[in-house]
């Protein structure tokens, strides 16, 4: 049983940088790849980014590559998502979730088998 927990999520003016977090519980966290989804209400969930189980290979969604970094502390059980230059269409509720299966970076949400209960980020022009 994983356990994620999201935090840092917030109200921020375009051009503005948040760095979101997600704890996880367990000793098995270096072991399993992360992602990164945001939902907005009508839409379906969409991936973000991810990151390898060592954090030495991270992947991206091209509407945010070059404007967030996913990493990972390993010895802390958790992942980071440090958004800069945010723009009004990232509002959304951003998860982070465990990939169970599938290749690294998986953007398929149903490769991943926990999930956080999200953190808001809203973005105003």
């Known amino acids: 049983q994983v356990q994620l927990v999201e935090s840092g999520g917030g109200l921020v003016q375009a051009g503005d940088s948040l760095r979101l977090s997600c704890a996880a519980s367990?000793?098995?966290?270096?072991?399993?790849?992360m992602g990164w989804f945001r939902q907005t209400p009508g839409k379906e969930r969409e991936f973000v980014g991810g990151?390898?189980?060592?954090?030495?290979?991270?992947y991206y969604a091209d509407s945010v590559k070059g404007r967030f970094t996913i990493s990972r502390d390993n010895a802390k059980n958790t992942v980071y998502l440090q958004m800069n230059s945010l723009k009004p269409e990232d509002t959304a509720l951003y998860y982070c979730?465990?990939?169970?299966?599938?290749?690294?970076?998986?953007?398929?949400?149903?490769?991943?088998?926990?999930w956080g209960q999200g953190t808001q980020v809203t973005v105003s022009s």
């Open positions: 979730a465990k990939r169970s299966w599938g290749p690294p970076g998986s953007p398929n949400s149903r490769h991943y088998d926990y």
């Open positions: 367990g000793r098995t966290f270096s072991s399993y790849s």
């Open positions: 990151i390898s189980s060592s954090g030495a290979s991270t």
